[in-house]
Each structure stands twice: as C-alpha cells, then as structure tokens.
C-alpha cells in the first residue's frame, strides 16, 4: 500500500510564501511523475505542477513564475515552493504520484490526504 503525506500547508498574508513536502511510502522502487493538484470551496480540482522523474517541471499558467516544484527521488518525496501568494490561491492542496513501481506491483496514481493552503488579503 503507498501513502503520500502532505505538510507545511498553513495561513499566510497576500505576498508570503509557504512550501509543501508531500513523502511517498510503502516499499518504493520508484515513481515516475509527481504533482500538485489543488481544488477551492466549490470548484474542481486543477493542476497545479508537475515534475518528472529527471526534473521537468510543468506549471498551469496562475502560477508560472512564483511556485517552483521540485523532488527527491531518493527520499520520494516532492515539494511546491509557493511564493507571493494571492488570495485565490487559497484551496487544499493534494499531492499525486503516477506511476509507482513498488516490490509487489506497479500503481497508476496515488494521492495525499491534502494540506490546506490559505492565503489572506
């Protein structure tokens, strides 16, 4: 069984900065993509970024110059930096991992619990 965790979601002001860590676990060989996904009150879920296994970072165009992602393929672990917050970044943010090779079996997506992320004006 993989389980992704979240941290470091929190409150912060119009203009602050937080970063997310999302830990991968449960007998590991590797993963293939990883991202953040991220769904406000009322709204679907959207994209956020998402990065390769070699680095390539991929960003929806709202946030494309001030979230930078980023991972550690040796701790399975992927990080958001999220920088001069805007209001309507507020929602909860969900971790997802594709293509999960583990001991036993190979995993199309997995996904976190979420973080929330609340961004005041």
């Known amino acids: 069984q993989v389980q992704l965790v979240e941290s470091g979601g929190g409150s912060v002001q119009a203009g602050g900065s937080l970063r997310l860590s999302c830990a991968a676990s449960g007998s590991i060989i590797s993963i293939n993509d990883m991202g953040w996904y991220r769904q406000a009150p009322g709204k679907q879920r959207e994209l956020v970024a998402t990065?390769?296994?070699?680095?390539?970072?991929n960003y929806v165009d709202s946030v494309k110059g001030r979230f930078t992602i980023s991972r550690d393929n040796a701790k399975n672990t992927v990080y958001l930096q999220m920088n001069s917050l805007k209001p309507e970044d507020t929602a909860a943010y969900y971790c997802n991992a594709g293509g999960v090779v583990t001991i036993r079996t190979v995993i199309g997506s997995a996904w976190g619990q979420g973080t929330q992320v609340t961004v005041s004006s």
């Open positions: 990065i390769t296994r070699g680095g390539s970072g």
